[in-house]
């Protein structure tokens, strides 16, 4: 099997809050090979399909911030949760364009374990999802 080069950004944690006025709030961080850390925070409708999207756009602020130069675009067209071979997993529906051709390409993240709920006692009723998760990306 051939050795994959090293990860240029990698995940390190999401959040999700559902604030009070009925909005909510998504705050992602990666990490960048170079040791630098980048943050993207994004608000938005404060339902769970929203949250969703609104933490797939923090992740893309993330990855601009992280990689992206001038004339670089990184737009999310959608994002799901559903059950893949019996795990959780998020969907990420992408148009991209970098380095020149745009792309649309599907990245996923296994939520495994599932974040906890609110009522598990995550400060701001935010549900986290920590580094590691094993996913990918697909032209």
């Not at 970098?98 to 009723?125: M, N, Q, S």
Request: aromatic share 6%; hydrophobic share 40%; charged share 25%.
């Amino acid at each position: 099997m051939a050795e994959r080069p090293p990860r240029l950004v990698k995940f390190l944690s999401a959040e999700v809050q559902h604030l009070p006025d009925g909005r909510s709030r998504a705050r992602v961080e990666l990490s960048h090979q170079d040791g630098g850390t980048f943050v993207g925070e994004v608000e938005g409708p404060g339902d769970d399909a929203a949250g969703l999207r609104l933490a797939a756009q923090a992740a893309a602020d993330c990855v601009r911030q992280a990689v992206a130069g001038k004339g670089d675009r990184l737009d999310v067209s959608g994002a799901t949760v559903t059950e893949a071979f019996g795990k959780r997993t998020v969907f990420v529906q992408v148009n991209a364009i970098y380095l020149g051709p745009r792309r649309e390409v599907l990245g996923f993240c296994l939520i495994d374990p599932d974040p906890a709920p609110p009522a598990a006692g995550v400060a701001g009723g935010g549900a986290p999802m920590q580094g590691g998760r094993r996913g990918g990306w697909a032209a």
